[in-house]
């Protein structure tokens, strides 16, 4: 222990935990906490600009960085995100892998910057849908050139099958977050899977199977206990929607997404294709092109979307990665689990949005700076929080859950 607290600087590394059994942490990155205002996942919280407070901030560690992603995607990707147009950065293809970019830019600055390990300042590391991507690489199981590649395929191939099944069956599709009160948000996902005909695009009947896109619906993330969002058609989700009010006696609120696809719905069954292809193969990575693209174990357990629960092994996490594309991200559960059964009292998300913040404080009983239960949620979000954020990190590691 230091005998001297000092204020964190680009000079003072992180100290080592303070006691044996600190309160638990995950490191989250974002893109859950990196996606759409005010409630939802996916794409969203990208804007033309995001990155000139860290260029800004650290000049050197940052355009290095971002030379690096340009390389990767063989493409000006930072003078998108830096000059825009909006409506080029907002196309899927951009998007996504700018999000992801960034927050494993963040990550990086946080480690040359101020001695940042996720190993060892974390006890487990997930992501929300896109930021599983970035979860992985913080965790030791990809590298970012691979998972950085690996985005930018699966988005390409999202958005070309979201323009297929409008060009073959016309329609409009997207996503439409649904806010209900708790009681009613079990009742509520029971309604959808019987209207749907099906809980998940990996467990529909033949049926459902035989639906053409514009036809299908599917819950895209449990978010919180009064929050899911669905994705598909849009006037077959409105239909949906006014058949839950009709028949469940209930009014949920309903509020449009911004977002050019229907991520997590049959309509982006191409997609898991494509993942499957790329994680067969080896790394792209300088030095590792003999080895496979996936490392396991990584250096922190890293929690699935679908499954709610840590990889188990290479199989798997190949397996439930891919999947992730089509089938519903439980979000919710996932917080449950982290806070219920591993008992996780710190929480830092990471990336360019807060949303996440608020959906942990709901579930785990913490709001923004408040330290409940001997810990705290936090989020960085810009470089002027980060001093706040590490010596929260500081304060707390000397505290033992009392359960």
Not at 292 to 317: H, M, Q, W, Y
Request: net charge negative; with cysteine; aromatic share 6%.
């Amino acid at each position: 222990m230091r005998d001297q607290k000092q204020p964190f600087s680009s000079q003072v590394r992180i100290p080592s935990p303070l006691t044996a059994h600190p309160p638990r942490i995950p490191l989250s990155v974002e893109t859950f906490w990196l996606i759409s205002r005010p409630l939802a996942t996916g794409q969203g919280v990208q804007k033309v600009g995001m990155l000139t407070p860290w260029l800004e901030a650290f000049p050197a560690t940052a355009t290095a960085i971002f030379q690096e992603i340009d390389e990767i995607v063989g493409h000006n990707l930072s003078d998108v995100i830096q000059g825009g147009p909006g409506k080029v950065l907002n196309l899927t293809p951009n998007a996504q892998p700018a999000i992801m970019a960034t927050s494993i830019m963040i990550l990086r600055i946080l480690e040359k910057e101020f001695g940042f390990r996720a190993s060892d300042r974390a006890d487990f590391t997930l992501g929300h849908s896109l930021g599983e991507f970035a979860a992985l690489v913080a965790g030791g199981y990809i590298e970012f050139e691979d998972s950085l590649y690996m985005v930018q395929k699966r988005a390409e191939s999202m958005a070309a099958a979201t323009r297929r099944a409008a060009e073959d069956y016309g329609g409009e599709y997207g996503m439409v977050a649904i806010v209900t009160e708790p009681e009613y948000l079990q009742p509520l996902i029971n309604a959808i899977h019987d209207f749907v005909g099906h809980s998940s695009a990996g467990s529909k009947s033949e049926s459902a199977e035989d639906r053409s896109p514009i036809e299908q619906v599917l819950i895209a993330n449990i978010n919180s206990k009064n929050q899911i969002v669905l994705s598909g058609n849009i006037e077959r989700i409105k239909t949906l929607v006014e058949h839950v009010r009709q028949f469940l006696g209930h009014d949920p609120r309903a509020v449009r997404l911004k977002s050019d696809s229907p991520f997590h719905s049959p309509i982006m069954k191409p997609a898991v294709a494509v993942m499957h292809n790329i994680l067969a193969r080896k790394s792209r990575v300088k030095g590792r092109e003999d080895e496979d693209i996936v490392t396991f174990p990584g250096t922190l357990p890293c929690i699935s979307n679908v499954s709610a629960r840590p990889f188990e092994s290479k199989e798997d996490l190949k397996d439930l990665l891919a999947r992730g594309c089509l089938e519903t991200v439980q979000w919710w559960d996932s917080i449950k689990y982290l806070d219920q059964e591993e008992k996780v009292r710190r929480w830092i998300g990471i990336g360019p949005g807060k949303v996440g913040r608020n959906l942990v404080g709901k579930e785990v009983g913490m709001r923004g700076k408040d330290t409940v239960k001997g810990g705290g949620v936090w989020a960085i979000t810009d470089p002027s929080e980060i001093e706040e954020v590490l010596r929260g990190l500081e304060e707390t590691e000397s505290l033992v859950d009392e359960e």
